[in-house]
């Protein structure tokens, strides 16, 4: 018979473990400046995974998945909406230096993927990945499009990939340990994996994508797009998706929540998008 309390007691122990294995191997950083909105949040990266060796191997991967588009005639260069993107890009990466100077010395990279997805990233070091799905489908203006790249582009400033990798460094390190300490079986292990899940991984996963689109708000304000068309472009992307799964399962704020938080920010932002726009 599963004892609940005990469970809850060794998950105790479990956490705190994660906690001290996280707070020994990693330092305190602020990847970024606030800025207007106001990101100050402290973030703890594993000593012994640096920013570089973090972007080396993630340009790595990029560039074999632009060869691997290329090759299967899915890379788009030259087409209006091509075009369109890397004018987009060049302009939100220009403000870039304003939440981290360092940012001016990164080898960004725009490509646009011929694919029906309703996605965008960019990774660690500036690798910028846009899919034709998202122009097509949604029908995006100018000022949507860079709504979408700030908020990607803010996730490389940040460095969430890397902070991430972090976290599941010490959590990994901190359950095969207590699965021998503690003596914890099989079941009670997959259990413990769920409330770590959704008790610490999603919710700060959920804190990223604010922070996200924070600063992506006020890149694109920065740049001389309407940070309004936030606000339509999840309007559009909630029409889109339909019903998806309720906040408390998913890495990506609810969309209601997620406007509430850029409506209170857009006055921040407003001002730098009418000096840009002089």
């Not at 906690?19 to 191997?25: E, K, R, V």
């Not at 029908?139 to 949507?144: A, F, N």
């Not at 359950?175 to 994996?193: F, K, P, V």
């Not at 019903?243 to 932002?269: C, N, W, Y």
Request: negative net charge; aromatic residues 8%.
């Amino acid at each position: 018979m599963f004892e609940w309390s005990v469970f809850m007691r060794k998950l105790f122990v479990v956490s705190a473990l994660s906690a001290s294995i996280l707070l020994a191997g990693c330092q305190a950083v602020n990847t970024t400046s606030g800025g207007a909105v106001g990101v100050e949040r402290k973030q703890y990266m594993f000593s012994m995974l640096s920013s570089d060796e973090v972007n080396q191997m993630y340009a790595q991967s990029y560039q074999q998945t632009v060869g691997e588009a290329s090759s299967k005639g899915v890379l788009d260069k030259t087409s209006a909406d091509a075009k369109r993107v890397q004018v987009i890009a060049d302009r939100l990466i220009a403000q870039a230096p304003n939440f981290r100077p360092d940012a001016a010395q990164w080898n960004w990279e725009v490509n646009l993927i011929k694919s029906d997805e309703l996605n965008a990233n960019c990774g660690p070091g500036g690798k910028i990945f846009f899919y034709t799905g998202l122009i097509d489908k949604l029908k995006l203006t100018d000022d949507e499009i860079a709504a979408v790249m700030g908020h990607e582009i803010a996730h490389a400033l940040r460095e969430h990939g890397r902070e991430a990798m972090s976290k599941a460094y010490g959590i990994e390190m901190a359950r095969q340990g207590a699965g021998a300490l503690l003596g914890l079986g099989q079941d009670s292990m997959a259990l413990a994996d769920t409330v770590v899940q959704y008790g610490m991984t999603l919710p700060n996963s959920r804190a990223n994508e604010n922070e996200a689109d924070l600063i992506g708000l006020e890149l694109a304000a920065r740049a001389g797009y309407n940070p309004n068309a936030a606000i339509t472009l999840w309007d559009k992307m909630a029409a889109a998706s339909g019903g998806s799964q309720p906040e408390f399962m998913s890495t990506h704020p609810a969309s209601d929540s997620r406007q509430a938080s850029l409506r209170a920010a857009i006055p921040k932002v407003m001002p730098l998008y009418e000096r840009a726009k002089k």
